[in-house]
């Protein structure tokens, strides 16, 4: 649990009045994680223990999987390929309405309240710009109305309303927008992503088989990672959260383990974590890290030296020391690079 939550609930046990003026917390669900009724009863349960755990939890969700692809196929069938922008938004925010009502029902079957919300009934007010609405102003009137009486909200993600009152979509992906505004508006103490993925590991497992989950990490790390090629799936809602010092925390949907947390200032100096990239015939492997320096890069150097690894050109920026590699070392790079650093490194990574 959030540190920061963890006092408020020990500070809500003494004095009740913290209860009111408690901080929820913005729980997202990937459209993976509400594929079927087991998974959205299981998002469902999510939030019920949260909820005993005496956090604020406001829901944020996707469309079912593949459900907005499903949408976009069938406009294409029923109207071609030049079609109205206003109706496609309209048409692939209902995949999210989906989602919402679904899990609003989940959660009353299982006891607790629960009430859906659209892009619009939950204040999201957005730009004109049809598919790809920027998200200008939360009216958190009625978010706050339903916590108050104790419902959970659960909100359509994606999705917003313009100046002239018509539905407006954020962009593929936008879910995560939808969040992160919330989480600004209602000043949540964390936004957690649930998805299918577990968290942001030291390598990549496929590669590196010892790879560890991360704890926390910082966001100008992770925007090195995304820059250095790594696939970050919420980038875009990272480089909000750190322009507004929001609390991340990407971890499972199916089981309430801990996952990586991004912060502002992260886990301790040194390597957190290593990125993998191939252009052509040259490979890059990077060492991300705050206060990372020239002994780093040459203590990297030397372990390649030793395994045998030519080296080419290196460099160093703020979060980050790069080395080149030939294509097909570049592998053999990663691991030799995080036996060193992370492997044999005492630092408390996973989680
Ligand atoms: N359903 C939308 C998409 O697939 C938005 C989202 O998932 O965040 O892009
Ligand atoms: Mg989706």
């Known amino acids: 649990m959030e540190r920061g939550a963890r006092t408020v609930m ?11 003026t408690m901080h929820p917390i913005i729980i997202k669900f990937g459209g993976s994680s509400l594929a079927d009724p087991e998974k959205i009863r299981r998002a469902a349960a999510i939030l019920l223990s949260g909820r005993r755990r005496g956090l604020r939890p406001v829901a944020v969700v996707s469309a079912p999987a593949d459900s907005t692809d499903d949408l976009l196929k069938l406009a294409s069938l029923c109207a071609g390929d030049d079609r109205s922008p206003r109706e496609d938004d309209a048409l692939l925010a209902a995949g999210e309405q989906i989602s919402a009502a ?3 029902m989940a959660i009353q079957a299982q006891g607790a309240a629960a009430v859906s919300l659209t ?3 939950a204040g999201i007010r957005t730009g004109r710009s049809f598919s790809c609405a920027e998200v200008r102003r939360v009216d958190t ?8 009486a104790g419902r959970i909200p659960v909100v359509a993600g994606f999705q917003g309303i313009s100046p002239d009152g018509d539905i407006t979509t954020l962009g593929r992906g936008g879910s995560d927008q939808t969040a992160v505004a919330l989480a600004r508006a209602l000043t949540a103490s964390v936004c957690e992503f649930r ?6 590991y030291t390598a990549h497992p496929a590669i590196v088989p010892e790879a560890r989950k991360i704890k926390e990490i910082s966001y100008c790390e992770v925007l090195a990672l995304a820059a250095l090629g790594t696939e970050v799936r919420q980038l875009r809602a990272v480089r909000y959260a750190a322009r507004y010092a929001i609390p991340l925390h990407l971890r499972s949907s199916f ?4 996952g990586t947390r991004i912060t502002a200032d992260g886990g301790p100096a040194g390597v957190t974590c290593l990125s993998i990239a191939k252009a052509g015939a040259t490979g890059k492997i990077a060492l991300i890290g705050r206060g990372l320096g020239k002994e780093h890069l040459e203590k990297a150097r030397a372990a390649a030296g030793a395994a045998g690894i030519s080296t080419g050109k290196a460099s160093k920026a703020e979060y980050a020391v790069i080395l080149t590699v030939p294509a097909a070392e570049t592998e053999a790079l990663l691991k030799t690079l995080h036996q060193v650093f992370i492997t044999a490194s005492p630092r408390p990574l996973a989680a």
């Open 119 to 121: 892009g619009f009934q």
């Open 255 to 258: 089981h309430d383990e801990p």
């Open 141 to 148: 009137l009625r978010l706050a109305k339903e916590l108050k």
């Open 10 to 20: 020990v500070l809500a046990s003494r004095f009740p009045f913290y209860n009111r």
């Open 195 to 200: 998805s299918d993925v577990k968290g942001i």
């Open 102 to 104: 679904l899990l609003a």
